[in-house]
């Protein structure tokens, strides 16, 4: 039996029962929206920023590789500009038969440690007018006399390009050598420790002392030389390669200006440079102040014995 009393459902919602809550529709945001972002704490422009700095790390980056990469490559060609020197130097010097042994010629002066086959060097190149020699160094080279002083600067005898050239007698002076009153030789001051690199350390005093010969032969005649001072000058000196002189007083006069640059020499080389009439000055690069020279006086021995004599 039912209740009039009882509560009624009807078709709509009964008293006491919770309407469903309402659902947002669930909306998907871009990470690039700027709404976000700006949540993150990132603006437009900052991120613009982020990705330039980006951009130029890694271009400072590939730059800096190509750089690596450039000059890795210039110490290899460099290394193998070296090694053909060290095989154009190996080749002509099989040309000459050093001697580690001292002997008298006829007239009681020291004979040359060196045989030199001239015959052999000319069919290689006529131009060699002479060969230098310095005991326990590596010159040991022969000398060549061209046209002007460029071309053997970076020519072998061979005709070849190199780094190193070879030694050779200013165009200027008399060949073979030995007979204008300045004869110049020239020689690059590698860093491989080849040509006049040696000569180079003579502007040590110590070194300078211990180095008593040196030895310039030509077809005709040997010479033996003594170091007498080194000095430095510019590359645009062009009085330091003066060959030819009116007079002996004026080749002494012209020594002793020189002399007074000295940076090493030795004691007496003002009694000496007072009865030369000869000199031979070997000249090579020391790279101070740019492209500095230094240059080696020597003087026959003959002669700086007969000076020094005259002076007693």
Not at 147 to 172: I, K, P, R, S, W
Not at 239 to 266: G, H, P, W
Request: hydrophobic content about 35%.
């Amino acid at each position: 039996m039912r209740r009039d009393d009882a509560p009624r459902r009807e078709g709509g919602l009964g008293q006491g029962v919770h309407a469903p809550l309402p659902i947002e529709p669930v909306i998907e945001r871009n990470p690039a929206d700027p709404e976000r972002r700006a949540r993150k704490g990132e603006t437009t422009g900052e991120r613009g920023s982020r990705r330039r700095r980006l951009l130029v790390s890694n271009v400072l980056l590939a730059v800096g590789i190509v750089l690596l990469l450039v000059a890795a490559g210039l110490w290899g060609y460099s290394r193998w500009q070296y090694h053909e020197q060290d095989v154009v130097n190996d080749r002509l010097a099989s040309f000459a038969n050093v001697s580690d042994a001292t002997s008298a010629s006829d007239d009681g002066s020291a004979k040359a440690p060196v045989d030199v086959d001239w015959a052999g060097l000319k069919a290689v190149n006529k131009d060699v007018v002479g060969w230098v020699y310095v005991p326990d160094t590596v010159v040991n080279y022969p000398v060549y006399q061209g046209t002007d002083n460029d071309y053997y600067l970076h020519h072998t005898a061979e005709g070849q390009y190199t780094l190193g050239g070879q030694v050779f007698m200013d165009y200027e002076n008399t060949a073979p050598g030995l007979i204008d009153g300045q004869t110049m030789l020239y020689g690059h001051h590698l860093k491989s420790g080849q040509m006049f690199y040696s000569l180079f350390l003579l502007k040590d005093q110590e070194v300078f002392d211990a180095t008593p010969t040196i030895w310039y032969l030509t077809e005709q005649q040997s010479y033996e030389l003594e170091p007498l001072f080194v000095y430095y000058t510019q590359p645009d000196d062009g009085t330091a390669r003066t060959t030819k002189f009116d007079s002996d007083e004026e080749l002494r006069s012209y020594l002793n200006e020189r002399l007074a640059k000295a940076v090493a020499s030795r004691p007496d080389a003002a009694r000496i440079i007072s009865g030369l009439k000869h000199v031979m000055t070997m000249s090579t690069c020391n790279y101070y102040d740019g492209y500095g020279r230094s240059l080696l006086v020597c003087v026959p021995k003959a002669e700086a014995a007969a000076a020094l004599a005259a002076t007693e």
